[in-house]
Each structure stands twice: as C-alpha cells, then as structure tokens.
C-alpha cells in the first residue's frame, strides 16, 4: 500500500533522483524504478524482480545484480514484447570472476498483463513492468539516449 502512495506521489518522500541525473534508478528491495531526467523524477513504475533477489554473482541464481549498468537498444522478444539488455556483468565484474548473462528489463509474460503481475518476483534475474505500456515508455526514453544507464541499488 505505501509503494503505491509513493509511486502515485501521494507520499512524498523527497525525489529518489535528485542529484543523480539521468538514469533509470531502481530501489530492488522496494521494487521500485523512477525515470530520472537531470536528476528530477518524471516517472514511477512498480516492478518484479529475480525470484532469488538481489546480488547477482552467478549465472542460473535467479538474482539481480546491483550496480551502474549500460542498457543495451531495447528489441523484440517473442516471449516478452521487447527486451531491453542491461549490461551485466562489467568487465570489472567478470574480473571477480561473475558470470550470467541475459539480464534485462521486459514485460509480463504475454499471457499476464497488469499491476498484478509485479505483487511477487519471479524472473530469472531480470526487471519485469506490469504493461507493454510501461516497457513501450522505457524503450523510447532508452532509444532517446545515446548512453541510456541504469543504476540497481539494494535498498
């Protein structure tokens, strides 16, 4: 319920994106993404995240990595309308030896669409939005970017 006062902007708790640009920032353990335009939120969306939670360090862990990722052009996916890559992981991550691959944000599953589908996480690791809506809005302000990033905090 206070997610939904917050997404909503019926609770203000100061803008999650001052001072930080713009990025798509996502808050996982509140499931949470704000679009950040020079640094002031323009938009909120409720999402999911990896049915294992947070921290990704391996492939097949089902949990989504933490950090400042580069988004990939977001394209066509059969089983989720787009999907758009995050850059997991870093090179610098590889590094200390993470592996994975396929993280990115995309839709409900083409036969569930709505606010329902993110009351529980269930990727494999990945964002998923409620809407094609929401997604359709998130590709376009990727594709307006030439260096479109996301930043994932455990918070």
């Not at 917050?6 to 994106?17: F, T």
């Not at 999911?48 to 097949?60: A, E, F, P, V």
């Not at 691959?101 to 964002?127: E, F, L, N």
């Amino acid at each position: 319920m206070w997610l939904s006062l917050i997404l909503s902007g019926a609770l203000q708790l100061g803008d999650p994106c001052s001072g930080r640009g713009t990025i798509l920032l996502v808050r996982a353990r509140s499931r949470a993404m704000w679009v950040c335009e020079q640094g002031r939120r323009t938009q909120a969306i409720r999402i999911s995240i990896g049915r294992g939670g947070i921290g990704k360090r391996r492939r097949g862990d089902n949990k989504l990595p933490v950090g400042t990722y580069r988004l990939g052009q977001p394209r066509p996916s059969k089983g989720w309308h787009l999907f758009i890559p995050i850059g997991y992981p870093t090179a610098e991550q590889r590094r200390s030896g993470y592996t994975g691959s396929a993280v990115g944000i995309h839709g409900p599953p083409r036969c569930c669409q709505g606010p329902t589908i993110t009351d529980t996480d269930w990727t494999y690791g990945c964002i998923a939005v409620g809407t094609d809506a929401e997604l359709d809005m998130i590709a376009a302000w990727v594709k307006g970017r030439r260096r479109a990033s996301i930043v994932i905090e455990d918070r």
